[in-house]
């Protein structure tokens, strides 16, 4: 089945600069690539996705970018904020059903 | 708008012991639900799909016999897990989708503590 591999498990950066989250994934028939935000105690919120038609994606400071040749796509939130601090998760769905295939997650801590 | 809501948010249970969470979809039709779990430090395993009158698909390491699930209609689906050990304890989500797959909304989940 499906395997989304996640990169970094643990990012810091400084509020105001950029932070990258990159995944890879093996089948290439996967066509969606949600990224989910969670914060402590809560449930995952969807927060961006692309479909397998688009390289590119852009909600406000979120942009995603795919490269379906490498079987890669990443998650660029630009002029973080301390709210941006919480676990992201991306994830893959292909062919087979609507099954979601997560990634490992990134514990992001943005400091003040 | 489209929410999902779990009950309950939190249980404890004795281990051997089992229990029952539920998951209810308000404002939307929620043909297909799918069922995971976020263990301690890690991420998210599908437990089993469930499509309105179809079969229940398991994934491998997870069975009908430890997760039986019902989804008697568009807006309800309960999962039990029998038998609860401490490797059974973390965060189970429902995950419910409306339409043909394109969008799926999360419901709190139900965080299970086994002693």
């Known amino acids: 089945g499906e395997q989304v591999e996640q990169l970094p498990s643990i990012l810091r950066v400084q509020e105001g600069s950029s932070a990258s989250i990159n995944c890879s994934y093996e089948?290439?028939?996967?066509?969606?690539f949600p990224w989910y935000k969670q914060e402590p105690g809560e449930n995952p919120k969807l927060i961006i996705d692309?479909?397998?038609?688009?390289e590119r994606k852009q909600i406000q400071e979120l942009i995603v970018l795919l490269d379906k040749k490498a079987k890669r796509f990443s998650l660029h939130i630009t002029d973080t904020q301390p709210g941006d601090s919480a676990m992201y998760f991306c994830?893959?769905?292909?062919?087979?059903?609507?099954?979601?295939?997560f990634g490992g997650g990134t514990r992001l801590t943005v400091r003040p | 708008g489209a929410l999902v809501y779990q009950y309950p948010r939190r249980t404890i249970c004795k281990s051997g012991t089992s229990m029952r969470m539920e998951c209810q979809a308000v404002?939307?039709?929620?043909?297909?639900v799918a069922w995971y779990r976020q263990s301690p430090q890690k991420t998210f395993e599908l437990i089993a799909l469930?499509?309105?009158?179809?079969?229940?698909?398991?994934e491998q390491n997870f069975t009908q016999e430890k997760f039986p699930i019902s989804h008697p209609n568009l807006s309800f689906s309960s999962m039990t897990v029998l038998n609860a050990y401490l490797e059974d304890r973390g965060l189970y989500l429902c995950g419910a989708y409306r339409g043909n797959y394109a969008e799926q909304f999360f419901g709190p989940g139900t965080r299970l503590t086994v002693l």
């Open positions: 994830a893959a769905r292909g062919n087979a059903g609507a099954k979601l295939t």
């Open positions: 469930s499509t309105v009158n179809s079969a229940i698909k398991y």
């Open positions: 404002g939307f039709q929620a043909t297909s």
């Open positions: 692309i479909r397998s038609n688009m």
């Open positions: 089948d290439s028939a996967s066509n969606y």
